[in-house]
């Protein structure tokens, strides 16, 4: 199996920066695509930010120009830079990675789709 640990979670306010950390571990053979949702009390948890592992990104309308995905294949390891943070921003972060993994008995592969347990960021005064 592959485990996902994210940091750089915390309170932050209103104009300010936060940055995520997500590292995988595990059986890895390979790591696709790499994401960050996000999810508010009450509310559905949504994709804010993806990348392949080409480096190709995409974001939701409402973190668009403030907030950058960014991976380090060396080290298994996607960010999330957060500018110009706003209190509607204040959720639990999530780490996706879609992994192409090796079993470690049969030497098997097969696809894992990986997340972490989520770090909380508040966005307040």
């Known amino acids: 199996q592959v485990q996902l640990v994210e940091s750089g979670g915390g309170l932050v306010q209103p104009g300010g920066s936060l940055r995520l950390s997500c590292a995988a571990s595990g059986n890895i053979f390979r790591i696709n695509a790499m994401g960050w949702y996000r999810q508010a009390p009450g509310k559905p948890r949504e994709l804010i930010a993806s990348i392949t592992s080409g480096g190709s990104t995409n974001y939701a309308d409402s973190v668009k120009g403030r907030f950058t995905i960014s991976r380090d294949n060396a080290k298994d390891t996607v960010y999330l830079q957060m500018n110009s943070m706003k209190p509607e921003d204040t959720a639990v972060y999530y780490c996706?990675?879609?992994?192409?993994?090796?079993?470690?008995?049969?030497?098997?592969?097969?696809?894992?789709?990986?997340w972490g347990q989520g770090t909380q960021v508040t966005v307040s005064s």
């Open positions: 996706n990675a879609d992994v192409k993994s090796v079993d470690s008995y049969s030497g098997s592969y097969y696809l894992d789709d990986s």
